[in-house]
DNA sequence: GCGTAACTAGTTTTT
DNA sequence: CTAGTTACGC
């Protein structure tokens, strides 16, 4: 794609701007009394910048790739560009195309490009789809906003729905069970995977049904046509069609397409490493007229090639455009000389690779500190210990820690010590908010309201709650739909409903209790429907609980869980207030679309105090003070699934680098011995990724050595230079008065008599103290005790 | 059609 | 282990 054949574009030189060697032009129009400044731009903002980063956000002569190291100052650099654009050469903000990959990543740059700007210059306060409005958001926002003008040549109607996974799996299952296919032996999920992998690919159903090798592939070719039909059917998008249906629609609408390249006279788009072949062709589709493309990324920090992330995108992007320019940003303002020297060493092992050596002015830090558990719950408490350590100890506000892993599984043992300690913390990820059933059954109701023809949607309201309708009754109400829409056009499912409720058509077996429920039913959807642009959001959420009898039902059962539940649906009505105060749109549609678009990480708070948990892949693009990245074992990370792919364990390595540049000054590394999952414990090799990290640079902070690393070489393995007294065992404190135990080790009470350790753990750790040990101890007469380590003697210890 | 019991399978990462 | 699905009896 890419290589569109005008040349630079020119009209005129741009003087007076030292970065501009192409001696690029800008045409810029001049719109709304924005004007070109006549008068030479004052330029010291850029003085924040490094050499580099100056070059990255002035550089105006073409296609330019900046391959930013993690902790470069890149969004710095982005949002400086926007700037620029914008104040010296006199572009309207809307003219460019920024595209992030969070929402978070979005406001924040909306909000730091604000600042550069001064208030009053942005515009987008009010309707975004206003000419003008700011163009910064991910790659699925944008083209849905792209979709609901233009959709309609792609048989997106402009109120069209977004599936997200759960709502496509519903919508697959009716197609496989209308085939008749048996869903224990072709999963639904199976499907899926396929159809976005193709959808990522920009391959349409005709397509891969040519393509299509083997019997599964067949078997996927047959379905694929028939969900695309089912979503346009629903006026449904799913993710993926996001992307497919604007590329087709730029491809096949060659008006639009112009109009675009038109208005968007530059696009800035980050996390270039991490974009599929869609997103690629869609960005070079754009940019192909100006050529005013700017993509950052960092081969080394992509993670998402199992969600079709192609990393050549960024490797081949010389090759796209041979006159590209490449400004590298290796200048980490992030972590310590330590951390850096660590994750370099890590990230050398990877072939595939442009090769980039992270340097910092920092200074040496803390070394990195080692720690092996003896299971996944002593791991969780040392974590734990060495938080409120810092915490406590030194008064460290408790979100400068965060504790990566790999799985979400992982969380539950550390939250359990949290929770357990009164730790306030929070979690990002998992099961999100706006996933939870309860709310997903509110939602149906409201996305009914937004677009009728949302089929899932409604089959899911009328199931919640309960109102005696299965497949037999839902086979009638569709009769019903099919005889009325004969008569009075396409009328739906609801239309159907309708019919029934108001007695217009009675079907046998559809009682007059079920009628009035029916009628209830439809009467709120009216309610609501005629509210829509009247009555906020938060409004229509309260009515949906209150009369659709959710909370009611939910209040009768009593449980712990359904109180949970109730809580969260009120927590809905103030997400939904909260929305409509902050965002730009306040409408039903903008609302759905963004509890569809919205990502985990993007609802992390900022003000509350607490320890953040979260995987490494949330982790992108985020920095803590303290990091601890935990559970490094093999099979576990490198995840086992890894170890079969063939560049597997080049992007778990790329994860494990990513997740240790996010610590500004201490980082932590820890793993454990033996390993529960799902309910058999097994032992824990150390992740090959531990031996990569230079001895020199971690500090041993376990009563169990590793043999891995430590036995190696014992002595070298002793910490380097602590320049702050921190949180992590005292080096001298464990290598003279804390005698080692391990579990399995026969040890002596004097009053319990001989005992087998089967647990260690550690409180009250502070520089320069060990803190206290304690050992759990399995004795014959006693039980299992907690123990203080001095109570006991190694059996054999002292001629015993 | 619903509720319970029993069972199962599936367990990476997510816009 | 546990969440989610299925089978069965009411």
């Not at 604007?246 to 096949?252: A, G, M, N, S, W």
Request: glycine letters at 10%; charged letters at 25%.
């Amino acid at each position: 794609m890419g290589g569109g054949k005008r040349p630079g574009g020119g009209k005129g030189k741009v003087s007076g701007n030292p970065s501009d060697p192409g001696g690029r032009t800008i045409d810029h129009r001049t719109r709304k009394g924005r004007q070109t400044p006549d008068t030479a731009p004052d330029l010291s903002f850029l003085d924040d910048l490094n050499p580099e980063q100056r070059e990255a956000a002035t550089y105006t002569g073409g296609p330019l790739l900046v391959l930013a190291g993690a902790g470069s100052g890149k969004t710095r650099c982005l949002t400086y560009r926007f700037a620029y654009l914008v104040r010296c050469l006199g572009l309207d903000p809307g003219d460019i195309l920024a595209i992030t990959f969070t929402n978070k990543a979005a406001r924040e740059m909306r909000d730091r490009v604000e600042r550069l700007l001064g208030d009053g210059r942005l515009p987008g306060r009010g309707d975004p789809h206003a000419e003008g409005a700011l163009w910064v958001s991910t790659f699925h926002a944008t083209c849905s906003r792209l979709l609901r003008r233009d959709g309609e040549r792609v048989g997106l109607r402009s109120n069209f729905v977004i599936y997200d996974a759960s709502d496509q799996t519903a919508l697959l299952k009716e197609i496989l069970s209308g085939l008749g296919w048996e869903e224990s032996r072709w999963p639904a999920a199976g499907f899926l995977a396929a159809i976005s992998r193709a959808k990522d690919e920009l391959v349409g159903p005709e397509e891969f049904a040519a393509g299509a090798a083997d019997f599964r592939e067949e078997r996927v070719a047959k379905v694929y046509p028939l969900y695309q039909e089912a979503l346009r059917r629903n006026n449904a998008a799913d993710f993926d069609d996001l992307i497919m249906k604007t590329v087709i629609l730029l491809r096949e609408e060659e008006a639009v397409l112009a109009r675009l390249r038109e208005r968007f006279r530059h696009v800035l788009v980050d996390e270039y490493q991490d974009t599929n072949h869609a997103q690629y062709v869609f960005v070079n589709l754009l940019a192909a007229g100006h050529r005013n493309l700017c993509v950052v990324g960092d081969d080394d920090q992509s993670i998402y090639a199992w969600r079709g992330a192609d990393i050549r995108n960024v490797l081949e992007f010389e090759k796209d455009y041979p006159d590209a320019r490449v400004i590298r940003l290796e200048q980490n303002y992030r972590s310590t000389k330590t951390i850096l020297t660590a994750a370099n060493a890590v990230i050398a092992n990877n072939e595939r690779r442009t090769g980039k050596k992270l340097w910092t002015e920092n200074e040496a830090g803390d070394p990195i500190v080692y720690y092996l558990a003896a299971d996944g719950a002593e791991e969780a408490q040392f974590v734990v210990g060495e938080i409120l350590g810092g915490h406590g100890g030194r008064g460290l506000p408790l979100r400068s820690f965060a504790i990566l892993y790999r799985t979400h599984a992982q969380s539950r043992a550390f939250e359990d010590v949290l929770v357990n300690k009164a730790v306030p913390y929070q979690i990002i990820g998992g099961t999100r908010f706006y996933e939870r059933k309860e709310i997903k059954d509110v939602l149906a109701y409201l996305r009914v309201v937004h677009n009728p023809e949302d089929e899932v949607a409604l089959e899911r309201a009328l199931g919640v709650p309960k109102r005696s309708i299965g497949p037999a009754t839902l086979a009638r109400l569709r009769q019903a739909a099919e005889a009325v829409s004969g008569a009075a056009g396409a009328a739906g499912l609801l239309g159907g409903i309708r019919a029934v409720a108001t007695g217009h058509v009675d079907p046998a077996g559809i009682g007059p209790k079920l009628r009035g429920e029916l009628g209830r039913f439809v009467a709120l959807i009216d309610a609501l429907a005629a509210g829509v642009g009247t009555m906020p959001v938060t409004e229509m959420v309260r009515e949906v609980t209150e009369k659709s009898g959710l909370v009611e039902v939910l209040r009768r059962e009593g449980t712990a869980e359904a109180q949970s539940r109730i809580e969260n649906i009120r927590e809905l009505a103030t997400v939904a207030a909260n929305y409509a105060h902050q965002s730009d749109d306040p409408s039903l549609q903008a609302f759905l679309e963004n509890a569809a678009l919205m990502a985990d990480i993007d609802v992390m708070k900022e003000g509350d105090d607490g320890v953040v948990l979260m995987t490494v892949h949330n982790a992108k693009g985020l920095e803590f003070p303290h990091v601890f990245v935990v559970g490094l074992e093999q099979g576990l990370f490198p995840h086992s699934r890894s170890l079969e792919e063939p560049h597997g364990v080049e992007e778990e390595r790329r994860l494990c680098y990513v997740a240790m540049t996010r610590g500004m000054r201490r980082l932590y590394l820890t793993h454990a011995r033996e390993r529960t999952l799902y309910g058999y414990t097994m032992p824990a090799e150390p992740s090959a990724f531990l031996q990569e990290v230079p001895e020199e640079t971690l500090f041993v902070a376990s009563l169990l050595a590793s043999r891995r690393v430590v036995e190696r070489d014992p002595e070298r393995a002793r910490p380097v230079a602590r320049t702050a007294p921190g949180t992590a065992v005292h080096p001298a404190a464990t290598a003279s008065a804390t005698p080692r135990f391990s579990p399995g080790e026969r040890v002596i009470h004097p009053r319990w008599g001989e005992g087998i350790i089967v647990g260690i753990s550690r409180s009250g750790v502070r520089p320069g103290y060990a803190g206290n040990v304690h050992l759990r101890v399995a004795f014959a007469n006693q039980g299992v005790q907690t123990i203080a380590a001095e109570e006991v003697t190694r059996k054999g210890a002292l001629g015993v």
